[in-house]
């Protein structure tokens, strides 16, 4: 059984935050052109998705409208955006299979993810969401909603949240069952719900976010999936990024990549989670990860595009 789980990026399905439902839709049809040849060469798929700009406009939401509804908690909107996302690809990837003839179900787990509640990231939140805002408006933000806001690299004032790592997947008996079984599943958008266990084993919610190629590394070891996909903006990963020593990386050893990555040579803000997500996943038992483009999904399954990290 050929198992992977694919993790597509953000700006798969809006890239600014102000693209409507319809231009939604439209993106998430386009950015499933990859997924579909994957089912058609017999891969077994759990699916992950990131939901950075649809967060940022409920924060918005409820930034403008809480003199008259009460203000949403964090983890209740990744949740929101994890289903309403989740339908979009959900139904979009139904269509598709269909049109095409092939009987393949598609279904969308809202999934919680455990998360350390020692984790250093909840006492020292570093993680930008939601808009950017003047040192004024930060100020009135902070104190109306309790927020940690910090400035953003020079372009104004930005929330901080916690951004704890991904333990394991709440739901990953019943995912890993439906995947093995044919079942298409979204899960773990955004990263998932962040939730913590108490001693007596139920859950409580946390305020804060998960990376999404983090979590999409647990989850494939959790389901036993021998690939992970991480499809973003760039074809390969490269070294000197955008610089004139420029260097294209097409197959590369968990050893020499994590040198590079202690070298520096992946910021947090960019490449970096999905090099992390690597690491985790090709240390503790995966066959290989891929990095590549929306469009080059099957070329790089193949071994013809894309960026091969084997252990």
Not at 65 to 75: F, K, N, R
Not at 170 to 191: C, E
Not at 199 to 215: F, L, M, P, Q
Not at 221 to 230: E, G, K, P, Y
């Amino acid at each position: 059984m050929k198992k992977a789980v694919i993790a597509l990026g953000g700006n798969a399905i809006a890239t600014t935050g102000k693209e409507d439902i319809h231009e939604q839709f439209a993106n998430t049809r386009k950015s499933l052109a990859g997924i579909v040849e994957l089912i058609q060469e017999g891969y077994y798929l759990a699916i992950t998705h990131g939901n950075g700009p649809q967060v940022g406009n409920a924060l918005l939401r409820v930034e403008r409208t809480v003199q008259d509804i009460p203000a949403l908690p964090l983890g209740v909107i990744v949740a929101d955006t994890e289903g309403g996302m989740g339908y979009m690809i959900e139904q979009s990837l139904q269509n598709r299979l269909h049109l095409l003839g092939i009987r393949r179900e598609v279904v969308t787990i809202i999934t919680q993810v455990a998360v350390d509640p020692q984790d250093p990231s909840i006492k020292n939140p570093t993680k930008f969401i939601g808009p950017h805002y003047t040192k004024k408006q930060a100020e009135n933000l902070a104190i109306n909603f309790n927020w940690v806001i910090r400035e953003d690299s020079g372009r104004g004032y930005r929330r901080v949240v916690p951004s704890p790592a991904p333990l394991k997947i709440i739901h990953r008996r019943i995912i890993k069952h439906l995947v093995d079984r044919g079942v298409i599943v979204v899960a773990a958008g955004g990263g998932g719900i962040p939730v913590y266990i108490e001693i007596d084993g139920t859950y409580e919610g946390v305020d804060a976010v998960i990376d999404k190629d983090r979590a999409s590394a647990v989850l494939a070891l959790d389901i036993t999936a021998q690939t992970l996909v991480i499809l973003t903006d760039v074809e390969n990963v490269y070294l000197n990024y955008k610089k004139p020593n420029q260097r294209i990386l097409k197959h590369v050893k968990i050893a020499t990549l994590k040198k590079y990555w202690q070298d520096g040579h992946f910021p947090a803000g960019n490449m970096g989670p999905k090099i992390e997500a690597a690491i985790h996943f090709l240390e503790n038992g995966g066959d290989q990860v891929i990095i590549t483009s929306l469009d080059r999904a099957k070329s790089a399954i193949l071994g013809n595009a894309g960026t091969k990290i084997v252990p």
